[in-house]
C-alpha cells in the first residue's frame, strides 16, 4: 500500500493493456498525457505499430503473453504501476479535455478511495445509431489487494467492496469509439466476448453477472432465443444485483420486441422501472412502444418523465444503474412532437418542433413537422406566431420565410410577404419556385414592372426551373412580348418531360393572329 503524503501532490498511473491499436493509440495517448505521472502499457502480442507508437510517448511498455484473460492482463499491468492513483483506459478510448482539466483536483480531494467513470459509447447497430452511458469504477487509489476480477468485462468493483473502500461517483467521462465502426466490427468483438464468457460460465455457472453479460451479447449478435433463456436465468438468480437486473428487463424489452410482442416488451420495461426507477433507457423504451401501440397519452405522459430525468445530470443516473440511455434533447423533443402530432394536439407538437429546431436549427425533419402542424392549425394568428417564433430561431431556413409569405399573403398583408419571399430568395437564389411565387403576386396585384424585375434578377442569377419559366412566360403575354414568351417556352420544355405541343401551338397562331392585323 502506498504511504499517502497530503503535503504533496496525488501522482497518477494511465494503465492500458493493447494489441494491435496503431490506429487509435496516439489519439488516446495525446488525451491522457497531460494528466499522467506515468502512462503503463501492456501489450499482449501486437504485429503493428502499436509498441513504437507507444515508446514515442515516453510510456512504460511490457510484453505480457496472451492467456484469454482479459483480467490477468489488467493485473499485470496494474503490477507495474507506482503512482498513488490509477486510470485505467483502452486505446479506443480518449479521456475528455474537460475531464482531463478537473481530474488533479478530484484527486487532490482526498474524498475517497475509487471514483466511478461515465463512459460514453456511441453505437452503431443494424437497427440504427445510439449513445449509451455506462458507469464504472476505473479511477481509485493503488491499494494492496486491488484487482481485476473476470475473463472478460473484467471488473475491479469487487475487490474494491470487499476492502470496503469508499467509491463515489464523478463527472470524468470517457469516449469509447470500439462500437462506433459499423455492425460487423462490434459483431466480432462480441463473437469474441461471448467465447470467453461462455468459459468463464462454464467455471461458475451460478455468477448472475456473468449471465448477465453473456445474454447481453446475445442480444447484440442477435441470437434472441438463446439471449432470452440465459437473460430469464440471471433475473431468476437472486445474486443479480438491482442495477443490473434493471438493464436485464431492458434486453428483455428489446427481444420481446424483435419478436413482435409489444405487449410483453412493455412489461419488461415496467418492471425494470422498478428495479431502478431513476433511469433513462426503459422509459425511453416505454413511450416508444406506446406511441407504436397508438396509445399516444400514455405515451405523452412517459415523455414528460423522461424530460424531467433529463434535466438531471446524467451522473445521478448512473449513480442507480450502471449502463443507461445517453439521450439528446433534440431526439426527445422531436419525439415529443411527433406523439402530440398523433394524438391530434398541433398547437402543442408545433411547441415541440420549435424546442427541437432550437437545439438542432438544421434539422429538415423538425421544420417540416412543424410546418404540417402549422398547416393543420389552419389560418389562424397562433399559426402565424408559431412560424414567426420559428423564423427567429431558424433565420435561415428557407421554408419558414415561404411559409410565413404565403399566411402573410393569404391576410393580405403583403409588405410582410414579400420581405418573407426576398429573404427566402437571398437564401437560395437559384430557388425558381420562390421566384414564380413573387412573380405570381405582383401580377395579381397588377404590379407587372416590379414583377419583370424579379424575372431579371432571376435571369442575373442564372435560375433555371420549370414554374419560374411558366410564370415569366404569363407575364411576357400580359406585357405582349411574344418573343419573351416564346424565349420561356422553349426554357419550360428544357426543364421538363411535359408535352408542351398544345401551348405551342396556341402561341404561334397568337404570333400568327397578331402579325396578320393592320398596323396601324
Known sequence: ????????????????IVKNEEAFLDDCLQSVQPVADEIVIVDTGSTDRTKEIARGWGTKVFDFAWQGDFAAARNFSLQQCTGDWVLYIDADERLTAKSAQALPRLLSRNEADAYT???????????G??????????LFRRFEGIAFEGRVHEQVLPSLQRQRLKVLPSSVTILHLGYDRGYDVVKKKAERNLELLQRQLAVNPGDAYTQFQVGNTLVVLQRYDEAESILDRALRNPHLDRSNRASCYNLMAEVAVRRGDPHRAVQMCMRSLEAVPIQMMARWF??????????????????????????????????????????????????????????????????????????????????????RCVDRIGESVVGLRLLERAALQCPKEKHIHIALARRYHERKEFDAAFHHVDC??????????????????????????EAWRYIEHAEACGVQAFEFHKASLQLSLSRGDLRSAFKHLELMAQTSQADLTPLRNRLAALAAKISSQPSA
Open 286 to 371: 416505454l413511450a416508444l412502444l406506446y406511441f407504436d401501440l397508438q396509445e399516444f397519452d400514455q405515451a405523452i405522459r412517459v415523455l414528460e418523465e423522461v424530460a424531467k430525468l433529463l434535466d438531471e445530470p446524467s451522473t445521478v443516473r448512473l449513480n442507480h444503474i450502471a449502463s443507461d440511455l445517453d439521450l439528446r434533447r433534440y431526439r426527445l423533443e422531436l419525439q415529443r412532437a411527433m406523439t402530440y402530432a398523433a394524438a391530434g394536439k398541433m398547437a402543442e407538437a408545433a411547441d415541440r418542433y420549435l424546442a427541437a429546431i432550437e437545439e438542432e436549427p438544421s434539422s429538415r425533419e423538425a421544420v417540416e413537422g412543424l410546418l
Open 1 to 16: 500500500m502506498p504511504h499517502s503524503n497530503c503535503h504533496r501532490r496525488p501522482t497518477l498511473s494511465v494503465s492500458m
Open 117 to 127: 467513470v461515465i463512459i460514453d459509447s456511441p453505437q452503431t447497430m443494424r437497427q
Open 129 to 138: 445509431r445510439f449513445k449509451q452511458q455506462n458507469a464504472y469504477p476505473r
Open 424 to 449: 427566402a430568395m437571398a437564401l437560395e437564389p437559384e430557388d425558381g419556385d420562390t421566384y414564380a411565387l413573387a412573380i405570381k403576386w405582383k401580377m395579381e396585384l397588377g404590379a407587372t414592372e
